[in-house]
């Protein structure tokens, strides 16, 4: 805008300087032409039209003079024009240049990077080559090793057979000797050795102590690392088993809250623990799939089955609808109680493999069954954070335990009922232990002590302590 304005002052400019010029060139020839009029006048017309000839020549001159003047201020205002354009795109290649400048060093930073990666790809194919060639070496070695493990597996397969064709041969001298136990009138004493169960309607076989309402924690045990999924006394004992994450079972005592001793061998997880009536061995169940001296297992294929401790091998298959989650044999050791992730209770018999039984116990899965002391009651519990108690004769439903804060923590959770069937005790997602009176059917206590999620209670057989193990490991014993 500023250099139109220039440009057209400059022609104003122009325009006033040629009227004055003009001006002044009348001003010149006025002489001329008065001299000339007297001859004119004189000579007559023909100098007369001489005269306005010439007048209208220089008029014309006049003229083509002005019009070549506003033809040059326009020339000139273009000029000015073009060399500010001229100026601008001078400056606009100066930027482009720079532009350039940049582009070419980024472009020559670009291929350092190119270069620098292309190195680095070549490293990695390179380790990438030294790793596929020791991943084929381990394969192969793996493969040997597989190898190997199937011969000693049949190898060892091989020997269990001659064990339990000895075995065999033992159990039927064993029959005989029985049968004379039988004939000397050691019947008794004969059955409490085939099957290690002491039957509560035996001789010198009551054994109970009433168990108290627990309040208050004795002792906080760090158990295992990676968290305890099952726990379970000795019968008659104080002495507690626990079954942690890392594969190791722990013997504690819970008067002193010290560890007895530890073993080991599992090949996975502790998911359940049993004991036979007798306290000689010790059941445990693994995420390995693998069973560790005990005789009743169950999996999720939808089966349970029988083991024989003797011979080591399954006696018995016994196929369900829905998947077992937890089992425990009766009192007198022939009908099995399971729980299934359909809710349902099931009884059969250990004999037969036949279902005797089976009753609607919970909407969704049972997590634990737990029989009672003389055999008559049996604990359900199940996903709904419903607590049952059924009869065992008849699955006549007994009692409903329920608590607005009582969450069961997993498909695991394990709950147990008290030595002198009064009392009943589950663990809850939030770390707390609901206690139950079977006779008043309400809450006698809630026992707060454990932060984390608790996996699993159970009731020592001489009525106290009552322990409880959390999702990280730690065990608390209540008295």
């Not at 394969?139 to 339990?164: C, F, G, H, P, S």
């Not at 829905?322 to 044999?329: A, D």
Request: net charge negative; hydrophobic share 35%.
């Amino acid at each position: 805008m500023e250099e139109e304005k220039k440009a057209m002052e400059a022609i104003k400019d122009a325009l006033r300087a040629l009227r004055k010029r003009h001006l002044l060139e009348e001003g010149a020839h006025a002489p001329a032409i008065s001299a000339l009029s007297k001859p004119l006048i004189s000579h007559g017309s023909e100098w007369k039209e001489k005269t306005e000839k010439l007048e209208t020549e220089l008029q014309q001159c006049y003229k083509a003079q002005s019009r070549l003047s506003e033809q040059l201020v326009i020339e000139v205002a273009e000029s000015r024009t073009s060399k500010a354009a001229l100026q601008e795109k001078e400056l606009l290649i100066n930027d482009l240049q720079k532009e350039l400048t940049q582009t070419k060093e980024q472009c020559t930073q670009l291929k350092e990077e190119l270069e620098d990666k292309t190195k680095t790809l070549d490293l990695l194919i390179a380790e990438n080559q030294e790793v596929r060639s020791q991943l084929e070496e381990m394969t192969n070695r793996v493969q040997k090793a597989e190898t190997e493990n199937k011969m000693l597996i049949d190898r060892w397969m091989l020997q269990k057979m001659q064990d339990a064709e000895r075995l065999n041969e033992a159990n039927d001298l064993y029959e005989e000797m029985l049968a004379k136990l039988k004939a000397n009138g050691l019947e008794n004493l004969a059955r409490q050795q085939v099957d290690g169960i002491v039957r509560r309607n035996e001789d010198g076989t009551d054994y109970f102590v009433e168990s108290t309402i627990p309040s208050t924690c004795s002792h906080r045990i760090h158990a295992h690392e990676g968290g305890c999924g099952s726990i379970i006394f000795e019968y008659n004992s104080g002495t507690l088993f626990t079954g942690g994450q890392n594969g190791a079972v722990k013997m504690w005592d819970t008067n002193s809250g010290s560890l007895i001793k530890s073993l080991y061998g599992s090949l996975g997880n502790i998911l359940d623990l049993a004991i036979t009536h007798d306290n000689k061995s010790l059941i445990a169940a693994t995420s390995s799939n693998n069973l560790f001296v005990w005789d009743v297992n169950s999996a999720y294929d939808r089966t349970i089955k029988l083991w024989d401790l003797h011979k080591g091998y399954c006696t018995n298959t016994v196929l369900f609808a829905s998947n077992c989650n937890t089992i425990c044999l009766s009192i007198d050791g022939l009908t099995v109680f399971s729980g299934h992730l359909d809710g349902n209770l099931r009884l059969w018999d250990i004999q037969t493999g036949k279902i005797l039984s089976e009753v609607v116990g919970h909407s969704s899965a049972v997590t634990s069954v737990s029989i009672s002391r003389n055999g008559n009651r049996i604990l359900s519990s199940g996903r709904d954070n419903v607590h049952n108690v059924f009869d065992t004769r008849t699955l006549e439903l007994c009692a409903t335990l329920r608590a607005p804060g009582n969450r069961l923590a997993s498909n695991w959770s394990r709950s147990c009922i008290s030595p002198d069937d009064d009392y009943v005790a589950a663990g809850s997602a939030d770390g707390t232990v609901h206690v139950w009176s079977l006779s008043k059917g309400q809450i006698v206590s809630i026992l707060k002590e454990q932060t984390s999620p608790i996996l699993c209670c159970s009731w020592s057989g001489i009525g106290k302590p009552l322990a409880s193990a959390d999702k990280n490991g730690y065990v608390c014993t209540w008295t």
